[in-house]
């Protein structure tokens, strides 16, 4: 099972972080990848972490704004989101890929196996 918080209200330029915490199986052996979709939009790719937190990949949309990191010892992975802006307003998801290397892309939904429920996070003055 995979849980996203962290989301909320905050205005243009500020900041959050989401959580995503994992129970029922054991960090270390998935990749975690960040998704969100808007209302009448696509799920858009986000951000991805590998196994062991060494190698990260992030929305071209994001770069340079998003920080993702993981904590396996606590089940844990981080968004860290800065520069917020009001087309990044979507519900955020996690979702994790079992596999040692994505199957279809890093940022393709496609390439994960369990998702949890998502997280508001609304950008707006």
């Known amino acids: 099972q995979l849980q996203a918080s962290g989301g909320g209200l905050v205005q243009p330029g500020g900041s959050l972080r989401l959580s995503c915490v994992v129970s029922?199986?054991?960090?270390?052996?998935?990749?975690i990848g960040w998704f969100r979709q808007a209302p009448g939009k696509e799920r858009e790719g986000v951000s991805r972490?590998?196994?062991?937190?060494?190698?990260?990949y992030y929305g071209d949309s994001v770069k340079g704004r998003f920080t993702m990191s993981r904590d396996n010892a606590k089940n844990t992975v981080y968004l860290e989101m800065n520069s917020l802006k009001p087309e990044d307003t979507a519900v955020y998801y996690c979702?994790?890929?079992?596999?040692?290397?994505?199957?279809?892309?890093?940022?393709?939904?496609?390439?994960?196996?369990?998702w949890g429920q998502g997280t508001q996070v609304t950008v707006s003055s």
């Open positions: 979702a994790a890929d079992p596999s040692p290397r994505w199957r279809v892309g890093a940022l393709n939904p496609a390439s994960y196996d369990y």
């Open positions: 972490i590998s196994r062991g937190g060494d190698s990260t």
């Open positions: 029922g199986f054991t960090l270390d052996y998935y990749a």
